[in-house]
């Protein structure tokens, strides 16, 4: 009967332990403040070596400074501002981040949509990002003449009103550096090559300034 008893307590003091280590690994899983990245290929490392794209520059520069935080890239190629409207929900709640990266809507002409449905969508985008108490970042995109001289013109100005609306940060036009120069293409003239990534990287660094003594360490 005593040692019954005896294996009993130690039956119960294992599971309490590894409970307790459970709850410790899972709460300091969830220690690392996040900045969640919703784009498209352009953030997707769409055609590059893995590791090698801005969204993965950031992360370096920022591991390299000493920070805690961590950077979430949910970008897919195509991606459309509607097709991230239907899944940023599940990455608020799944991810808790601090602050969050928009980078779409240049796939919505493709695909046919209106700059009223682009624009509602990433203001939906936008205001679920700040109900759920993260900073928000919007890059600026911009699109090829040929879509038309006032579909281009609404499209190019409906960013910096978006964000002088909603007051957020604003990246005024994300492939500033890269658009007017060939070579910083890959071979299908639409995606920024290796070489590009930094341009890009330092265009983002550089917009998030505001943000930058929430994410790196006090000196």
């Known amino acids: ?7 009993n307590t130690i ?13 410790t690994f899972n709460s300091w899983a969830h220690a690392s403040p996040t900045i969640l ?28 400074q000493g920070s805690a935080w961590a950077v979430f890239n949910a970008s897919i190629s195509g991606e459309t501002s509607s097709g991230g409207l239907t899944r940023l929900p599940t990455l608020l709640k799944s991810k808790e981040p601090k602050i969050v990266f928009i980078e ?3 796939n919505d002409a493709l695909r ?31 699109i090829p003449p040929n879509y038309g001289q006032q579909y281009t013109k609404q499209f190019r ?8 609306q909603e007051d957020i940060q604003l990246l005024p036009f994300f492939l500033d550096g890269v ?4 070579e ?13 990534q930094a341009i890009l990287f330092k265009n983002v660094w550089g917009a998030m300034a505001p943000y930058q003594s929430l994410v790196l360490p006090k000196k």
């Open 11 to 23: 039956k119960k003091y294992a599971a309490t332990g590894l409970f307790c280590l459970f709850f």
């Open 112 to 142: 046919g949509l209106t700059i009223e449905q682009t624009k509602n969508n990433l203001q939906k985008m936008i205001r679920l990002s700040k109900q759920a108490g993260a900073k928000v970042l919007l890059f600026g995109m911009q």
């Open 104 to 106: 779409l809507g240049a």
């Open 37 to 64: 990245v919703l784009g498209d290929s352009l953030s997707a490392e769409y055609g590059l070596p893995r590791g090698s794209g801005w969204v993965g520059l950031l992360n370096q520069e920022i591991q390299k």
């Open 179 to 182: 658009a007017q120069h060939k």
């Open 157 to 164: 100005e409906l960013y910096p009103a978006l964000a002088s």
């Open 1 to 7: 009967m005593h040692q019954k008893q005896i294996a």
């Open 184 to 196: 910083l293409f890959q071979a299908d003239n639409i995606h920024p090559n290796v070489a590009a």
